[in-house]
């Protein structure tokens, strides 16, 4: 135990960047992140930033005060008819069909366009100019002692990437930041998760959170980042996670239980530390394991 | 031949469950997973694959460290910060190819990427398209196109009456993907804050691309008031809500055991999702009737 303290007591990372991600879809990431970075408001500077900017949610939780936000645009191109000839260029050069020259005109198709910029660079009359296209926005303020942001990508618009990046422009490297990961394990999960300095995943004790979670472990391995599993729903047949966690080498730092009442308070929008505020020291618990983890692997890169 | 796209917004609301135990009703059908960031709705028909394919999509940019003269146009021009040291990270390459036309040392080649792999096998109840994204992969929305197409193709073949999909989390590229042209969306929801603002942006996607919605609300005893909250917002956007599916561990353990859940035992979903699907049926026909 002394040990263990003395461990501690050297290893208090104050400023550091945690990711909450999970494959699967409400497994629980949500209550996770809300109800970290409640419990740790009051020791250390604390950042929320939502990045799962198709369905965020964190905000109900947080009800936070909005005190500023930035569009997030992409830039896609503006074609100037007087000066094109319909040589077909950029067209041609375009990898994502967003561009088609037609005898008379010249179409644009913006929600394809990923802003890359190569029609305009190499347009040889030098007739496309770029233009901004707001496919969402992202939003920043107060919620008690939490700095918050969120990203929100407008409805109709398919691809979340470019906002979750601009979400992370915001990422203060000088306190605890905890992002808040959309389900899945593609390009927007990438993003949001890279740089962090570690990854939470939370799973449920199903073959559908086993499944989901094997596929998220491998990402964040990919990606090179240390990671540690949260149980949520859990019960008797937590061997599912547990037995896969063993093998993979895999820490459980957390254990939520199956309980009506959490799924209740959640239901009303309430973080599971203000509904019951026991669990405030099981997350502050949580950080000091996350702690542990990050300060034993930066360790060991020295070594 | 009707397709219908089982969707969300918010992830973990029951749309495999929910999709799985469709597939058992309706029989006469072909089965398409669109989630394929994360796939799961085989883990509840155990099928056998009969073939696998490679899916190809998009590009990466690779550069010969000969050639290259570490001029940093590349670098420059990169909108992704894709290139770091004049090396390619890959995860960031978006295959835009603009650093390939520009190198003035031709040191930069695109290579075709193997993004995942598709799948079609048969289960007890009907041929399953499924595929899996590789590893970090982009492009998900193009695979959901493959999926679909290669049901619709199969569900011609077999004269087969419906196509249900099980679609992905959220309102990005892969769920506009699944929707376009789908001739109803089921949208699943939850009695919590989450799920109902999560699925007034997903309806509102079904809006914007014109696909009629029907909503089902799952576990909407576990809180009756925000059950009663989505029923009204329903009435004034004019959705029908097909059914009302009460919370029930026989769902859980009906995953455990690998087995939709209207097959698992006499729970009490399984009259619910039973009438959810006779709505859907009589939806279709009422609609088919209306255009003639």
Not at chain 1, 41 to 69: A, R
Not at chain 1, 202 to 221: C, I, Q, R
Not at chain 2, 135 to 164: F, P, T
Request: with cysteine; charged share 20%.
């Amino acid at each position: 135990m002394l040990k263990r303290m003395l461990k501690l007591k050297n290893s208090v990372i104050d400023k550091m960047i945690i990711s909450v991600a999970s494959g699967k879809g409400g497994t629980g990431k949500t209550l996770v992140a809300t109800s970290l970075a409640l419990s740790l408001k009051d020791k250390y500077s604390v950042q929320m930033l939502d990045c799962d900017v198709e369905e965020p949610n964190d905000h109900i939780f947080f009800k936070p005060t909005i005190t500023g936000s930035e569009d997030v645009n992409i830039s896609i191109p503006k074609i100037d008819e007087n000066k094109c000839t319909n040589c077909g260029k950029c067209a041609e050069v375009c990898a994502y069909h967003a561009i088609a020259v037609l005898p008379n005109t010249v179409l644009v198709f913006p929600n394809l366009c990923h802003g890359c910029g190569a029609c305009a660079y190499l347009c040889p009359e030098n007739a496309i100019t770029e233009e901004d296209n707001q496919i969402g926005v992202v939003e920043y303020g107060q919620a008690d002692k939490i700095d918050f942001v969120q990203g929100k990508l407008n409805v109709s618009e398919a691809m979340p990437t470019p906002v979750i990046k601009k979400v992370k422009e915001y990422v203060n490297d000088k306190c605890v930041s905890i992002i808040d990961v959309p389900p899945g394990t593609s390009c927007p999960v990438v993003e949001s998760v890279t740089g962090s300095d570690f990854c939470l995943l939370v799973t449920e004790p199903t073959p559908f959170g086993l499944n989901d979670l094997t596929l998220a472990v491998e990402t964040v391995k990919a990606l090179g980042i240390p990671c540690g599993i949260v149980i949520n729903r859990a019960g008797k047949d937590n061997d599912v996670i547990e037995d896969y966690c063993v093998k993979e080498n895999l820490p459980v730092l957390l254990t939520i239980p199956f309980d009506i009442k959490i799924a209740k308070l959640y239901s009303r929008g309430i973080t599971l530390v203000e509904g019951i505020p026991q669990w405030k020291e099981n997350f502050i618990e949580l950080f000091n394991l996350i702690q542990e983890q990050v300060y034993e692997r930066n360790h060991s890169l020295k070594r | 031949m009707k397709e219908i796209i089982v969707l969300s917004g918010k992830g973990g609301t029951g749309k495999t469950s929910i999709v799985a135990s469709l597939a058992v009703l309706a029989q006469n059908m072909v089965l398409a997973d669109c989630d394929v960031d994360a796939a799961d709705l085989h883990l509840l028909l155990q099928p056998s694959v009969r073939e696998k394919h490679d899916f190809q999509s998009g590009q990466t940019a690779l550069i010969d460290g000969i050639k290259c003269t570490q001029c940093g146009l590349c670098i420059e021009l990169c909108r992704f910060n894709a290139i770091k040291e004049f090396k390619v990270i890959p995860t960031f390459c978006e295959g835009c190819g603009f650093c390939y036309r520009v190198c003035p040392a031709d040191a930069i080649i695109m290579q075709n990427n193997i993004a995942g792999q598709y799948f079609i096998s048969d289960t007890r109840f009907g041929t399953l398209v499924h595929a899996r994204l590789g590893i970090a992969q982009e492009n998900s929305g193009k695979l959901v196109a493959l999926v679909r197409q290669k049901a619709r193709e199969l569900a011609k073949e077999q004269k087969v009456e419906y196509i249900i999909c099980d679609g992905s989390p959220g309102i990005g590229c892969p769920v506009i993907s699944s929707l376009s042209g789908a001739d109803l969306a089921l949208l699943v929801t939850e009695p919590t804050l989450s799920g109902i603002h999560d699925l007034e942006r997903v309806l509102g996607v079904c809006r914007y691309f014109n696909i009629p919605a029907m909503v089902c609300i799952n576990k909407y005893d576990i809180n009756e008031d925000n059950t009663c909250r989505i029923e009204d917002y329903c009435l004034a956007q004019q959705v029908k809500v097909v059914a009302k599916i009460p919370f029930d561990k026989a769902v859980t353990e009906a995953i455990m055991q690998g087995v939709p859940v209207v097959s698992y035992n006499n729970s009490k979903v399984s009259p619910q999702i039973k009438l959810l699907w006779q709505n859907i049926v009589t939806e279709l026909k009422f609609k088919t009737e209306l255009r003639k």
